[in-house]
């Protein structure tokens, strides 16, 4: 009899979590597997902040897929998704093409510009992998420029962080160690050196808890941050970005600006025609998509409503790698055809908000955590995303254990 054939897309949290989990499920004669990715690695998308601000190499987060999978198992196929076609089960290839019975589309995210003008052209992106490492050496490259000239233009040293959700107080908080180092490496005095965080809203991290916010907001003025609140960036040109609104408008010159303000799911999404809001659908319970009994959607370009509130769920890796599961436990009842499928509930155990690699603020079990405890819980929950992903020679291998 004719194996069904399980195509999966993207080996980010949701993608790879599924694999790893239906690997484990699936004997070899019930399935074909195949994860497609366009990199021959998974990288761990929360640590790129990191690899943005030059605090950790980018192969820390690099992780081979054939480490991951189990080759006995998984296809592995090194190729980027153009679109997939539902009516002909394929999938479109940058060069060729597969087809399924089973897909999961695990594509992650993408930045979301509003329309912003000059976005696009000028800001920069922590969207994966190889835009962080261009922040890293873009930030260097300033700064050795500066130190080269003769007659100094202060701007180059200012770095523009537009947005204080999570990723943008995640990354100002690791740029905060950060520049001193650049300042040493390069003999530039380190108050040349203006690091601005721009949020729209009247608050840094809206909606989060008020007393860490406030901890936050201190830790992060007194290592040399400055936030620009109630602040929207309208525009970013080549000389920097403009604020605030019709007579009431301002230029800040930069040599980087970084637009942390907001995220979209994939692109491939839309494009393959699935209904989506801002490139995110909005799956069934079982995550199917709507109409298509053989598509799973998982992670960020998967939409799902927290009925308490009847607002979205923030895309999160911790969700990602939850639906992960729950995508394998279905496609395994699909394809044994016995068993019931499961309901996906996000299993929420908290919040932490990396402040640098030293200190961080957070909300675990229902407790409030600041400091170093906060810290260490942020590391312990970068340990066991890896465990999940590659089990304990992984966390040995890869795991973050700079607890002092
Ligand atoms: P991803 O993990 O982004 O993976 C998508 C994968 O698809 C990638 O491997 C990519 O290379 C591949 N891909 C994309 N397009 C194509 C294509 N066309 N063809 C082939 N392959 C493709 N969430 C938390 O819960 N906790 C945190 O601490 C946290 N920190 C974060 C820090 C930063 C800096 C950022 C940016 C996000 C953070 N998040 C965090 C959010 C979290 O990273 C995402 O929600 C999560 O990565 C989503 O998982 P995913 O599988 O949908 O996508
Ligand atoms: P976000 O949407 O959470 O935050 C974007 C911020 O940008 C908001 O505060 C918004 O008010 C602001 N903004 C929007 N337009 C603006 C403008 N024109 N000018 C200035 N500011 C503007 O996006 P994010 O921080 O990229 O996070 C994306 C997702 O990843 C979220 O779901 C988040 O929870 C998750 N994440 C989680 C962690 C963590 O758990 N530690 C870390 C990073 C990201």
């Known amino acids: ?47 790129l902040h990191e690899n943005a601000a030059g605090t950790l190499h980018h192969d820390r ?42 897909l999961v589309m695990a594509l992650g995210f993408e930045s979301e510009t509003f329309g912003i003008k000059g976005l696009k052209e000028h800001a920069f992106s922590i969207a994966n992998i190889n835009a962080a490492r261009q922040i890293k050496e873009h930030i260097e ?105 019709d007579d009431n408008v301002e230029e800040i010159k930069a040599g980087t600006v970084v637009w942390a303000a907001g995220v979209r799911g994939s692109a491939v999404v839309e494009g393959s025609g699935f209904e989506a809001m801002r490139g995110r659908v909005k799956v069934e319970p079982d995550l199917r998509a709507p109409g298509h009994d053989n598509v799973f959607i998982v992670g960020d370009s998967a939409l799902i409503i927290n009925e308490e509130i009847n607002r979205p769920y923030p895309p999160t890796a911790q969700i990602a790698m939850q639906q992960g599961e729950t995508c394998a436990h279905n496609l395994t009842v699909l394809i044994r055809e016995q068993g019931n499928m499961e309901t996906f509930t996000p299993d929420i155990k908290g919040t932490v908000c990396s402040l640098g690699h030293d200190d961080a603020i957070g909300t675990v079990f229902g407790r409030k955590l600041v400091g170093w405890q906060a810290a260490f819980m942020k590391k312990m929950i970068d340990n066991r995303a890896l465990f999940l992903i590659g089990g304990p ?12």
Not at 64 to 82: G, L
Not at 166 to 183: K, S
């Open 1 to 47: 009899m004719r194996k069904p054939k399980v195509v999966v897309l993207g080996a980010g949290y949701g993608g790879i979590m599924t694999v790893v989990n239906l690997q484990k499920k699936l004997g070899v004669n019930e399935a074909d597997i195949t994860l497609v990715n366009n990199n021959d690695y998974h990288y761990q998308t929360t640590w």
């Open 61 to 102: 987060s690099r992780i081979a897929i054939k480490d991951i999978i189990d080759r006995s198992k998984v296809d592995f196929v090194q190729d980027t998704v153009e679109q997939v076609v539902p009516e002909e089960k394929k999938v479109i290839l940058k060069n060729g093409e597969v087809t399924y019975d089973y």
């Open 141 to 245: 490259y300033q700064f050795a420029t500066y130190s080269n000239m003769k007659e100094k233009k202060d701007e180059l040293l200012t770095i523009i962080v537009g947005g204080a959700g999570f990723t943008g107080i995640e990354f100002v908080g690791e740029l905060a160690n950060r520049v001193p180092e650049l300042c040493q490496e390069f003999d530039i005095a380190r108050e040349k050196v203006k690091v601005i965080c721009v949020e729209a809203a009247p608050m840094i991290l809206p909606g989060f808890d008020p007393e860490l916010v406030e901890y936050a907001r201190n830790y992060l003025e007194r290592k040399g941050i400055e936030f620009r609140i109630g602040t929207a960036i309208k525009e970013c040109t080549t000389e920097g970005i403009i604020v605030g609104a």
């Open 393 to 404: 020679l992984l966390v040995i291998k890869k795991g973050k254990w700079n607890f002092l």
